[in-house]
């Protein structure tokens, strides 16, 4: 872990640089989420998000800067170390357990809690309730649509109570019905005083779902504010609308 920068607030990211080959995907990325806020992540395809968010919760090592949680350094710790500090995710493609039931699924991040099988699974079967998934509870993931596998990686995310939810693309190719229900479990999770970085190209669920946005372009951040500051901001627009 290097000494770097850390703050208060609850996502802090300071000088965050990662180059793949010749190719820089994070140029300098300045970025800090308040405690409850929802920060809007948004950018055209290769703009940096993933690789943002993949460097937040360790999955790729930073060439440079740093990434604290709660105002403790993160920097360089495993995705796992990460996880356990309060940090949940989903991933833009779902990446659930394929050939586990939806309960295994569940329990795989909590099995190393000190509660009894009897209350993880009801908490489990509660979280597939909650998703409309309970049903299936004994069905193979793999079972799962794509929409379905969403709900599933969001429930499994929430399992370990994790403080910072990062969501990538939730609602990509997902039917505007499934696109609702989606909306609605994000306001319970923000409701719930969770911090959520919340990166999607779906502009109209983004605006109404986020407290702040930033808007990343060539992997920097060419704009960050309310959504009615973004919503108008020319280099945002030049960025959609002129590349
Ligand atoms: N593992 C990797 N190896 C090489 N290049 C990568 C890797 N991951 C990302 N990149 C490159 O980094 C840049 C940023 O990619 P990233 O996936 O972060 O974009 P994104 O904003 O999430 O785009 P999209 O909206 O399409 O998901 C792209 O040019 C991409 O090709
Ligand atoms: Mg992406």
């Known amino acids: 872990m290097s000494a770097t920068k850390t703050t208060a607030a609850a996502i802090g990211v300071h000088g965050l640089h990662k180059r793949f080959g010749g190719l820089v995907a994070l140029d300098g990325i300045e970025l800090e989420a308040r405690a409850a806020e929802v920060l809007g992540i948004i950018g055209v395809n290769g703009a940096g998000k993933t690789t943002l968010m993949n460097c937040i919760c360790g999955i790729y090592r930073a060439d440079r800067g740093s990434v604290s949680i709660g105002g403790r350094d993160m920097t360089g710790l495993t995705p796992h170390e990460i996880a356990h500090a309060g940090v949940g995710r989903t991933f833009q493609i779902p990446r659930v357990f394929r050939k586990m039931s939806l309960i295994d699924n569940l329990l795989v991040p909590v099995l190393d809690r000190n509660q009894t099988d ?3 699974i009801e908490r489990a079967e509660a979280m597939l309730e909650q998703m409309r998934l309970i049903e299936l509870r004994h069905n193979f993931a793999e079972e799962l649509s794509g929409g379905q596998q969403k709900l599933l990686e969001m429930a499994r995310m929430l399992m370990p109570e994790p403080k910072v939810v990062m969501l990538d693309e939730p609602f990509a190719g997902v039917h505007p019905t499934l696109c609702r229900f989606m909306i609605e479990q994000i306001e319970a999770i923000a409701a719930g005083g ?15 779902l986020s407290h702040r946005v930033a808007a990343l372009n060539q992997g920097r951040v060419i704009a960050e504010g309310s959504v009615d500051e973004i919503r108008g901001n020319p280099a945002v627009v030049e960025a959609y609308l002129g590349a």
Request: proline share 0%.
């Open 118 to 120: 009897r209350a993880l």
């Open 194 to 208: 969770k911090t959520v970085l919340l990166i999607s190209h779906d502009l109209t669920s983004i605006y109404r």
